[in-house]
């Protein structure tokens, strides 16, 4: 009989659980998915319209999510010669490729909530 440690995974499977964990590392949280979401969908957003947008999330948190996101190449963020100075937040190509995932949480997160609430 075979014992759960003895159990050797294929090299595709090693790949497909590292690009799992190497995902879930960069989006997990509350607000990441949101932030990008908020993006996808409205488009270029200054600081505290994303804030007003994402209902709860306090400053601090917003901050240092967008720098990962920005660090990670998924947002852009474009610092307006303005009296005052104006950031702006908007999604890059690369973020667009998470387009697909967002519209699939959306639509498993609706029929979710209609199987538990009915």
Same mark, same amino acid.
């Given at each position: 009989?075979?014992?759960?440690e003895?159990?050797?995974?294929? @090299?595709?499977?090693?790949?497909?659980?590292r690009?799992?964990k190497?995902t879930?590392?960069?989006?997990? =949280? @509350?607000?990441?998915?949101? %932030?990008i979401g908020t993006?996808? !969908?409205?488009?270029?957003?200054?600081?505290m319209?994303?804030?007003?947008?994402?209902n709860g999330i306090a400053?601090?948190?917003?901050?240092k999510?967008?720098?990962?996101?920005?660090?990670?190449?998924?947002?852009?963020?474009t610092v307006k010669?303005?009296k005052?100075i104006t950031v702006?937040?908007s999604i890059?190509?690369?973020g667009?490729?998470?387009d =697909?995932?967002?519209g699939?949480? %959306?639509d498993w997160?609706?029929?979710? !909530?209609?199987?538990i %609430?009915?």
């Amino acid at each position: 009989m075979e014992k759960k440690e003895d159990v050797i995974l294929s @090299k595709q499977c090693v790949l497909q659980i590292r690009a799992i964990k190497d995902t879930m590392e960069l989006l997990s =949280g @509350k607000w990441k998915m949101q %932030i990008i979401g908020t993006l996808l !969908r409205h488009g270029t957003m200054r600081f505290m319209e994303l804030k007003r947008t994402l209902n709860g999330i306090a400053p601090k948190k917003l901050s240092k999510d967008l720098h990962e996101l920005e660090m990670n190449k998924l947002i852009t963020r474009t610092v307006k010669n303005t009296k005052p100075i104006t950031v702006e937040y908007s999604i890059t190509e690369h973020g667009r490729t998470l387009d =697909g995932l967002i519209g699939e949480i %959306i639509d498993w997160g609706l029929t979710h !909530r209609q199987t538990i %609430i009915g």
